[in-house]
């Protein structure tokens, strides 16, 4: 299947590797197909929208930021997302990059089932983590 991206252009991607998030992610309720990308050369990764190619955003894995990242998963949200052991998941948290730094919000993460490729957006309730929070180094 080929897609049209926001930074990459015209892509091929497998359709085995769409992320459904059924309820969208908040702000961005109405598309719910995405796709991750690595961009090469960095520790960056792209949430691409399969249905419209400007939604787009930029993600980090936390621990290749914040060694003490911590977070804990409601039991409606394992059973939301069939989680069943923790190597099942993989976290992700969305950057914006500005012209004098760059911030992650950590308060929100992006968590995907690798095994049936369900996504959601979940808030921690955990008040030590930021929506801005300063990351130093990308590379």
């Known amino acids: 299947m080929i897609i049209e991206t926001k930074f990459f252009g015209q892509i ?3 359709e085995k590797e769409i992320i459904h998030f059924e309820k969208g992610i908040p702000g961005l309720e109405e598309y719910k197909r995405f796709i991750i990308s690595k961009v090469e050369e960095a520790n960056i990764y792209c949430l691409q929208s399969i249905e419209e190619k400007n939604i787009a955003l930029l993600l980090i894995m936390p621990w290749d930021h914040v060694k003490d990242y911590e977070l804990e998963l409601s039991e409606d949200e394992i059973k939301e997302l069939d989680i069943k052991t923790h190597e099942d998941v993989l976290v992700y948290n969305v950057i914006t990059v500005r012209e004098d ?3 992650a919000n950590l308060l929100a993460p992006i968590i995907i089932n ?3 490729n369900k996504g959601k957006q979940i808030i921690l309730n955990d008040k ?4 801005r929070q300063e990351i130093k180094c990308l590379s």
Do not use: G
């Open 12 to 14: 091929e991607i497998d």
């Open 101 to 103: 730094k760059i911030t």
């Open 114 to 116: 690798v095994k049936n």
């Open 128 to 131: 030590k983590y930021s929506i």
